[in-house]
């Protein structure tokens, strides 16, 4: 018989460094989110060095976080983006954040992967916030960002998406390098 | 308090169409369980008109079948391809499919999207088999197939999974057509 269902979690911790009375209203503290989550994830040994929320653009309030959690959930899939985009739609109950006419933003500690850029196509976000750059994860940690359109912003720029990055670049990229010497499995 | 979990789920009749004790040998085989899904997707008004599944390259054994379930599960991720993946995957416990020394193959009924192209390059599989082209899907339904690197296929050969198309087109094309013409909402 095979397997018809997919689980996929968090850890509890989430619930201490992400604050839903909390209105994140730049994008500063949006990206702090998500490289804070990045830099706890690593230090509990919970996944990869990454961290990612989704706001309503509007009001700062938060709907969803998310952290890598590649190799504990036995789940490629299980970037950070994607767990927090998953949860953020789920708990809206639509399958592209924006169709209610509200904007949402997607704050991530670093560039999106080849399957989370192409993710962000479908997911209903408006604006995509990135922290440290695809490079950083390459000369920092043993990560490959995969191969990406040569245009990527435009691409999305053009499905109107906004692209922001280099957000707390530096902060993001301490968590990197923490990772990338500690020589930790994930 | 945010949410901490996702599920996904499949139909229940996908084992009725999923034959676990079958040697799927060929691409045909393959391909041909995929385009199955799909056009009983469609039949049952359960996702859109996409079906995968992941095999053993070896000896044709079935590890796990995926549908769209976009739409009744609130999850853009929730390609037929993605699906597959994450349940072959939590099936075999292991985050990328040939760690094992093993090949595995992923069958599509239609070309992955922007984001099921970026997933196959962190999934572990050896050969990716393609129903439907891209143009298809673009010509019978109202799907997007989403920004691409101009040379898609070499930038997967590049990192060692193969990639054939045109596998029992007419067939997959018929089920897009089916759809297209139903006016359903995915």
């Given at each position: 018989?095979?397997p018809?269902?997919i689980?996929?979690s ?35 040994g919970d ?14 309030r938060?709907i969803?976080?998310?952290?890598n ?13 994607m767990m ?31 399957q ?13 916030l ?22 990527w ?8 998406i ?18 990338g ?6």
């Amino acid at each position: 018989m095979l397997p018809l269902q997919i689980l996929l979690s968090l850890p509890a911790w989430i619930g201490e460094v992400a604050d839903v009375g909390r209105r994140y209203r730049s994008d500063e503290d949006r990206v702090g989110l998500a490289i804070e989550l990045s830099r706890r994830n690593v230090a509990c040994g919970d996944g990869g060095p990454f961290g990612a929320a989704v706001f309503d653009a509007a009001d700062g309030r938060l709907i969803a976080a998310g952290v890598n959690r590649v190799i504990p959930q036995s789940c490629s899939v299980a970037h950070a983006e994607m767990m927090a985009t998953m949860i953020a739609q789920q708990r809206l109950r639509r399958h592209r954040l924006n169709d209610d006419g509200g904007r949402y933003v997607l704050a991530s500690s670093a560039q999106p992967c080849c399957q989370c850029y192409g993710g962000t196509v479908w997911s209903g976000i408006d604006e995509l916030l990135i922290g440290a750059r695809s490079e950083d994860v390459e000369e920092l940690t043993e990560f490959d960002e995969g191969p990406l359109p040569a245009d990527w912003i435009g691409e999305l720029e053009r499905r109107g998406i906004v692209v922001r990055r280099d957000i707390l670049r530096d902060r993001a990229r301490g968590v990197l390098a923490v990772y990338g010497a500690s020589g930790m499995p994930y």
